[in-house]
C-alpha cells in the first residue's frame, strides 16, 4: 500500500478516484439544488430532510467526500511537484500535444474551486458568512429557510458573481477530469484523437448549467 501511495502511477489513479467521487456528489447536488425551481416548500422540505433524523448518515457522506477533496489536492501538489523536479528547466516554445484550456487551467482552477467549497460551505451549511441577511431565518413550519437565503443572497451582485465565475471553473474542471480518469485507471482505449471524447464535454456543460441557472433565475427574478 505504501508503494502504491508513493508511486506517481498510485497518486494519478487516487486523483481519478477522488475525482469520481466528487463527480457523483456535485451530480446530486446539482440535482437538490434545482429543486428551487418548485417553490420554498420543495426546497426547504428537501433541507430538512437532509439535516432531521438519519441525518447522521450525511455525516458519513460529508467524511467521505472532504476526505476525497484533501486526498485530491495532496495528489494534485505531489505529482506537480514531481513533474517540476524531473524538468527543472522548462521547454522553450513547447507546444503541447493534447491541451485544452481545461487542462490549462486545472491548477489555478483547482485552487480557486477550493477556496470557493469553503465559502460555499461557511455560506450555506455552517452559515456564518450571511451577505444576504437570510441566514438564520426560517419558514412557517419552522425550518431552516433555505429557499429564502438562497434568492436572497442571489439578489446580491457579487454573491451571484462569485458563484458564476465558480461554476465556470468547476465546468472546466469537470472537463478535464472527465476527460482523463479513463486513462488514469486505464479503461480508456488509446486513440489518435484523444480530445474527441463525448461524455466529458456534455457531463461538465450540463452540470455547469444545471449550477449556474439558480444565480442566473434570481437576478432575473424568475425565482424569487
Do not use: C
Request: glycine share 10%.
Amino acid at each position: 500500500m505504501k508503494r502504491f501511495y508513493q508511486s506517481t502511477v498510485g497518486k494519478k489513479i487516487i486523483m481519478a478516484v477522488t475525482g469520481l467521487i466528487g463527480i457523483g456528489f456535485v451530480i446530486l447536488h446539482v440535482a437538490g439544488n434545482l429543486q428551487a425551481f418548485a417553490g420554498r416548500e420543495k426546497l426547504n422540505a428537501y433541507s430538512a430532510l437532509l439535516h432531521g433524523p438519519g441525518a447522521e448518515l450525511l455525516w458519513v457522506v460529508r467524511v467521505v467526500l472532504i476526505a476525497a477533496v484533501v486526498l485530491h489536492v495532496v495528489m494534485a501538489v505531489q505529482l506537480t511537484q514531481r513533474a517540476r523536479a524531473a524538468r527543472p528547466v522548462g521547454y522553450h516554445e513547447r507546444e503541447p500535444q493534447v491541451s485544452t484550456i481545461a487542462s490549462r487551467s486545472m491548477r489555478i482552477g483547482g485552487f480557486f474551486l477550493l477556496a470557493f467549497i469553503i465559502f460555499h460551505l461557511l455560506h450555506f451549511t455552517t452559515r456564518q458568512v450571511d451577505p444576504g441577511g437570510w441566514a438564520h431565518r426560517t419558514d412557517a413550519r419552522g425550518r431552516y429557510d433555505i429557499y429564502g437565503n438562497v434568492v436572497a443572497s442571489f439578489r446580491v451582485w457579487w454573491v451571484s458573481a462569485v458563484y458564476l465565475a465558480a461554476m465556470i471553473a468547476l465546468g472546466l474542471h469537470l472537463w478535464h477530469g472527465a476527460w482523463s480518469f479513463g486513462r488514469s485507471l486505464g479503461v480508456a482505449q488509446p486513440t489518435a484523437h484523444p480530445l474527441q471524447r463525448r461524455v466529458a464535454p456534455v457531463l461538465a456543460v450540463a452540470l455547469w448549467l444545471g449550477f449556474s441557472l439558480l444565480p442566473i433565475a434570481v437576478l432575473a427574478g424568475i425565482i424569487r
